[in-house]
């Protein structure tokens, strides 16, 4: 395979890219000069190097001094956090959004991923293993709040972690919590389903 | 202006058509033989007579026989009903989506629209005068619930109204509450905006 | 049936209307005043009685006397137009574009519709018969231009009419042609299929 | 900026990528194994490396033995092609595509871009002096096409071409054509602008 193929194969990879807008990125590269070619392998190469994962959350984080202790970013090495609250995020992407939203100070777990309905081997698309190391040495958690995506697959994520959960941790007072429904930004009521608008009710705020 | 142009031209001022699909409905009708221009004519002229504006809610509803007494929908010919809530919502069909969703046992009040942002003329945009007939006449009321669609507009016509039951019931005891934010039925965390993220957090059900 | 189901089932059959918005359209009437819904009567009934179809290309037109003998639209009355020339189009809007083109002087004749792949009863959908009819009459014509939707459809209708014609007009020289196939306005060169490109190449103007 | 911005930075150049969807992408890097962004920083090397631009027509393509002579592409260096003809076409990806479509058999030149409207610097955004020193060397050549995506800065990209060539082949028999217009595959009549109805009528094909 040549190299324009081989690099379009690989961007064909990356979330929501096809063959086609693939190619045009490969394109795209050979138009700028080298040094445009450079600075991405440089950034690429970086990314590895500078980028290590929370021992506690799982997060990628900028990790600047490699030689120091413990591998912790700077939600977990927080210690004036709520320790008695762990939200569980799809990805690192989702732990950003929650977090500049500005309305939660517990801990956060990063599962890495979603457990698709059917999927047949769960434990392989999200931590849950580390999730329930995190869980056990966490002594002062009370609350699990499990922040999924509001469909199919981000409930049965949910359902596959309780159960998971339920199971090992069953003489423990731990309680789960999912995010509220109600009216995004944008909705129109003429559009939103029954159980959004029952919980925008539910939760209406005086 | 021959009877093509003036249907389409009719046909145009409906909600989310433009000119172009205006005249494939005119081109549809003369495409199918005479009854069912004739069903149409029929439909529309039993609109206007079968069906009546509730003089509470002052929504649409179908009225069989006009002559027994006061005309009421049967939402609020229902004495069974907490009397004690009234959610104010844009349009008939807001009312009906709350309706079917069943988690609200109050009256409702349709507005007839919204005030859009910078309108010069608010109360020509909804039935506020209505509004406050009603209000006055329930006794019995204390919250009014303003159930407005998730943007600007609602939110300006929520001022709005704040605004102008405020000055005319600052003696009474009402409680207006708005509708919660949160997470809509189909949306991922990552694109939630703020507000709705630090909502679905603090309306988090267990 | 009430009349706001009834009116929502009629406006459902309109092109493009789904349920949802054909119920948008009856409280948008009902929002109208009285003189709203008595207009919309009004031009609906006007326009079976202004409105006729041409004896011979079968568009509707407005047609003010309908004493005086045949009803021809203005088109197939002008006897200035190129008689060796008639274009089959699928609809009376379609027909309404090439003209406005300004590119072609011949007649025309309105078939009613397509013949969708698979369908069964293609005599049903186009009017074949009629077109038969047009046909043998038409002593001068020397080309059939089949202007059809340039899509799997089309090119299927164009099929049906040819094998139609060529077994009623085996001994008559009738030439048949397509509209030429080339980059419509707003495509670009990347995102257009190999078959456009062949001909906007093989037909390219100096 | 840590190497997470940088190439969040580096990726929302790309064609048709924002800073949100980049991020993604980074993201994505990250939750691969160290063997992908070997692979996507390998690939990138031998981008640079394996490709090269023809002399001639100045597209990029794998060029596995540098040493050799002239530096010509497939298309350039194959003398059984007709050389009265040279198409323009704005990027690689266009040349790509017309020569898939198998219906033209001259030679090309990659301008590089399109020349947009009020562009005031138009001869950065194309290689226009290339051209005219290619077009000088082309003994045979008798037909320029100037194959542009068919919107206005295509069409403003045309002009600029043909005004620029003008002035320095004026003694030359020179002929410019454009692609031709017409139905694309997929239009329907009625959404057919009149330029491609005139044009799809001028070509249509017996």
Same mark, same amino acid.
């Given at each position: 395979m040549n190299s324009i193929d081989k690099l379009t194969e690989i961007f064909s @990879?990356?979330? !929501?890219?096809g063959p086609r807008q693939a190619k045009r990125f490969v394109y795209y590269i050979l138009s700028r000069n080298g040094s445009f070619s450079s600075e991405l392998v440089t950034a690429v190469e970086n990314l590895k190097k500078e980028i290590t994962q929370c021992a506690e959350c799982q997060r990628f984080f900028v990790y600047?001094?490699?030689?120091? !202790?413990a591998k912790l970013c700077s939600i977990c090495a927080d210690d004036t956090r709520d320790s008695s609250m762990l939200m569980l995020v799809p990805r690192d992407i989702d732990l950003e959004a929650v977090e500049r939203s500005g309305g939660y100070k517990g801990y956060y777990f990063v599962l890495g991923g979603v457990v698709p309905i059917?999927? @047949?081997?769960p434990e392989k698309k999200i931590r849950i293993n580390k999730l329930q190391e995190t869980i056990s040495k966490r @002594?002062?958690? @009370?609350e699990v709040i499990?922040?999924?995506?509001?469909?199919a697959d981000g409930e049965h994520t949910a359902d596959y972690i309780k159960e998971q959960l339920s199971t090992a941790y069953q003489g423990k007072a731990l309680a789960f919590s999912i995010l509220g429904r109600g009216l995004s930004t944008g909705i129109e009521l003429e559009y939103a389903d029954p159980e959004t608008l029952k919980n925008a009710f539910l939760h209406r705020t005086k």
């Open positions: @990879k990356f979330p !929501g890219i600047p001094e490699r030689s120091r !202790g059917l999927e @047949k081997e @002594k002062n958690l @009370k499990l922040a999924m995506n509001a469909n």
